[in-house]
């Protein structure tokens, strides 16, 4: 799923607002979402999951090319850690979503 499926879906069943309303929410929300990470904050969303920092110390490297050796800079990476919720559904035995095959969102079972 990319980002622009994620707002059609919720645009259809948010249908008491316009999709460019929905649009802006979701592109608030992944703005606000990468500052927090940008200052060094956590991110959980229960039964979601949390993103998180891991910081990666320097490390003595080489360019495969040339066969010099680097010393890599210390640097920040996002890191995800599922919820769960999250890993218990991903991981569920229904036969309608076997792991590895992807399904449509917008079916519910209502």
Avoid: C, Q
Avoid at 22 to 27: D, E, H, I, P, R
Avoid at 36 to 43: D, F, M, N, T, V
């Amino acid at each position: 799923m990319i980002k622009s499926d994620l707002i059609a879906i919720m645009a259809n069943k948010l249908t008491h607002l316009p999709e460019k309303d929905v649009a802006l929410s979701v592109n608030d929300m992944i703005e606000y979402m990468a500052e927090a990470l940008s200052k060094g904050e956590r991110i959980e969303i229960r039964g979601f999951g949390s993103f998180s920092l891991h910081h990666r110390p320097p490390r003595n490297a080489h360019n495969p090319k040339t066969g010099e050796r680097v010393i890599t800079a210390e640097k920040y990476s996002p890191h995800f850690k599922p919820g769960k919720e999250l890993r218990e559904w991903v991981n569920s035995s229904n036969p309608e979503y076997p792991a590895g095959h992807e399904h449509d969102l917008d079916d519910d079972n209502e």
